[in-house]
């Protein structure tokens, strides 16, 4: 679910802040050399790799969430089992012929291997996604420039990244944490398979921290502007 979600919001952000940067660029022509062109994918490369790396803390919190509070509240309940076939009732006095009973199928439970995959592809992703970010943020500040963080591309950076996981947090975190607490504290109906929270509520916490950074960045941008000219 958080790799649907920051993936979609990933490339409408990237997008729109190419457009924006065109049309910022638009009077004075748009700046097409090879630093320039190498400055924005850098960027993109490095938000690429955070958010690889969010996709590898939610499968790993699904994993501790799941160790520490069961199977059930993240990865919902077992697979219902199929129910043998009830014998029709015979007339009175009169014998009835002997109806096989064909044992019916075990379902299996897959879900420990779905909390082993889960762990699996937390630690990848955030293997990858760590060596990924590091290897663009080394040359992004190999290739920076003194007002660097002055640049309209490193604001368009920290806002894209802020209304990504801002807006990955509010729809997952509230949603995750509703699951749990149903699961928690309204019995499920007999025969009823009550899906569970992991997807949702690993996905928020996830991506919380991380809104957090960004929106700390961009206030911290905010606080170093210059003021402009009087004229």
């Known amino acids: 679910m958080l790799f649907g979600v920051l993936t979609g919001l990933a490339v409408l952000g990237g997008l729109a802040l190419l457009v924006v940067l065109f049309l910022q660029r638009g009077r004075e022509g748009v700046d097409l050399s090879l630093s320039s062109l190498l400055r924005v994918y850098l960027y993109l490369a490095s938000l690429a790799g955070v958010i690889a790396l969010s996709i590898g803390v939610a499968g790993i919190l699904a994993f501790v969430l799941a160790a520490g509070f069961g199977l059930d509240v993240i990865y919902g309940g077992p697979t219902p089992q199929p129910v043998p076939a009830i014998a029709p009732l015979c007339a009175p006095n009169q014998p009835c012929p002997p109806i096989p009973q064909p044992i019916p199928p075990i379902l299996k439970d897959d879900r420990e291997r779905r909390m082993g995959e889960d762990l699996v592809r937390g630690v990848t992703f955030v293997i990858f ?23 309209g591309l490193y604001r368009g950076y920290l806002m894209l990244g802020t209304a990504i996981f ?25 025969y009823s398979f009550r899906p569970g929270a992991g997807e949702a509520l690993s996905g928020g916490l996830a991506a919380l921290p991380l809104w957090l950074a960004y929106l700390w960045l961009v206030m911290r941008a905010l606080r170093t502007t210059p003021a402009p000219p009087v004229a």
Do not use: K
């Open 129 to 151: 996604g760590g060596v990924f970010w590091g290897a663009h943020w080394l040359a992004r500040r190999s290739l920076g420039r003194p007002d660097e963080r002055q640049s």
């Open 166 to 190: 801002g807006i990955a947090t509010i729809v997952l975190l509230p949603m995750g944490i509703y699951q749990a607490l149903s699961y928690a504290l309204v019995p499920a109906a007999p």
